[in-house]
Every structure is written in structure tokens, then in C-alpha cells.
């Protein structure tokens, strides 16, 4: 079965950076569809930006585009999402999810597996 | 990218249906069936309820149904049970390899 387990809690300055990994195990991790998604306390889910591992490309919403790094590394099965210039509207709990896959076919824009969540709170 | 719009709360009693709506544009809900729906419960991850606009993955009840007409998707829950109180995200393909979430729907089982 395919889990993912993200890092743990982080608490950051603001104007700083944050690296969140996921790492995933149980299937092929070059098959995977990585998405970021995250949900600050009491609001809703909002997604970041993904990568197909086995492409090394990664696409982003435009509301991160330039703050956010998505990269995967294969020899380790595991993806990371870098945040950088944060500010204390980016505090929430970060997500990685991963892409639904039937007995027959993969669907990219759909999640089944998620992360447990990283809290990552920005505060002075 | 404006995230999808979606009533802040429903409510039914068991036994009863309700449906959730899911608005968009042209270019994103309207112009691709690939929307999907979320259930999550206080403090977990969201489960995947539905994807491309109406299949339901392998375990999920048929109680849950999705479908789309133009820029509006729609979950429906039928025979509603206590446990299906939660909320619930509709996310839609918005082209160029974006997603887009809806603002999330807090489900009441009264």
C-alpha cells in the first residue's frame, strides 16, 4: 500500500524559508503525481503545485509562483516543497497527496493518499 | 485561479438527501470533466469521495454522487447518516496543470 509520511512541525521567522518532505513507499515512485496542498486553521484546502516525478517538472498556482519549489528525488522516494519569504498568513498544515490510481487506470487530478499533514507556524 | 465557490453550510436530517453545489468559470469547472470532491472530518486528511465529475473510487459508499451542468458541479449524499457530517471540497482542473479548490462546505447532520 502506498503511504506517504511527511517531516515534522516547523516553526519559522517570517522573510524566511521552509523545506517540507514527503516521502512515499509501497509502489513506484516515478509513477507518482505529487501534489502540495495546504489549509490554514479554520479555512480551506488550497492547492500549491505538483510534480510527476518521472518528468522532474513541476506546475505551480500562480498565487505561489516564485515563492514555491516543488522537487522530487527518486533515489529516495521522496518530494519536497520549499516556501520561502514566509509570512504569518502562511501559517497552516502542509499536505502531500498523491494521485488516485483504479485497478486500471491513473487519474492525475485526483487524490487518494495523503500525508499525515506538517504544521509549519511563521511568528516573530 | 479564483477558488471555486461553495455554499459555507448544509444541513439534513438522516435519512434525507442534500446536495452541494460547486461553481466556476468556463475555465476551469465548465470546461473540463475533471472535478472532484473531498470529505474531511476535524483534524484528518481529506478522503477522495468522487472524481471526474461523477465516479466514485473503489470503497466509497453510492450514497455519494457527482455530476456538472455548465460551471456548476454538484455533490449529492443520499440516505444521510450521522457520520457524513464534515466538510466537504470540491476541486476542479484549471488548465495548464493547475488545480483549484472550492472554499469548503460544512456538511450538518442534524
Known amino acids: 500500500q502506498v503511504q506517504l509520511v511527511q517531516s515534522g512541525a516547523e516553526v519559522k521567522k517570517p522573510g524566511s524559508s521552509v523545506k517540507v518532505s514527503c516521502k512515499a513507499s509501497?509502489?513506484?515512485?516515478?509513477?507518482?503525481?505529487i501534489s502540495w496542498v495546504r489549509q490554514a486553521p479554520g479555512q480551506g484546502l488550497e492547492w500549491m503545485g505538483g510534480i510527476i516525478p518521472i518528468f522532474g517538472t513541476a506546475n505551480y498556482a500562480q498565487k505561489f509562483q516564485g515563492r514555491v519549489t516543488i522537487t522530487a528525488d527518486e533515489s529516495t522516494s521522496t518530494a519536497y516543497m520549499e516556501l520561502s519569504s514566509l509570512r504569518s498568513e502562511d501559517t497552516a498544515v502542509y499536505y502531500c497527496?498523491?494521485?488516485?490510481?483504479?485497478?486500471?487506470?491513473?487519474?492525475?487530478?485526483?487524490?487518494?493518499?495523503w500525508g499525515q499533514g506538517t504544521m509549519v507556524t511563521v511568528s516573530s | 485561479q479564483s477558488a471555486l465557490t461553495q455554499p459555507a453550510s448544509v444541513s439534513g436530517s438522516p435519512g434525507q438527501s442534500i446536495t452541494i453545489s460547486c461553481t466556476g468559470t468556463s475555465s476551469d469547472v465548465g470546461g473540463y470533466n475533471y472535478v472532484s470532491w473531498y470529505q474531511q472530518h476535524p483534524g484528518k486528511a481529506p478522503k477522495l469521495m468522487i472524481y471526474d465529475v461523477s465516479k466514485r473510487p473503489s470503497g466509497v459508499s453510492n450514497r455519494f454522487s457527482g455530476s456538472k451542468s455548465g460551471n456548476t458541479a454538484s455533490l449529492t449524499i443520499s440516505g444521510l447518516q450521522a457520520e457524513d457530517e464534515a466538510d466537504y471540497y470540491c476541486c476542479s482542473y484549471a488548465g495548464s496543470s493547475t488545480l483549484v479548490f472550492g472554499g469548503g462546505t460544512k456538511l450538518t447532520v442534524l
Open positions: 509501497g509502489g513506484t515512485f516515478s509513477s507518482y503525481a
Open positions: 497527496a498523491n494521485r488516485y490510481c483504479s485497478s486500471t487506470s491513473c487519474y492525475t487530478n485526483a487524490f487518494d493518499i
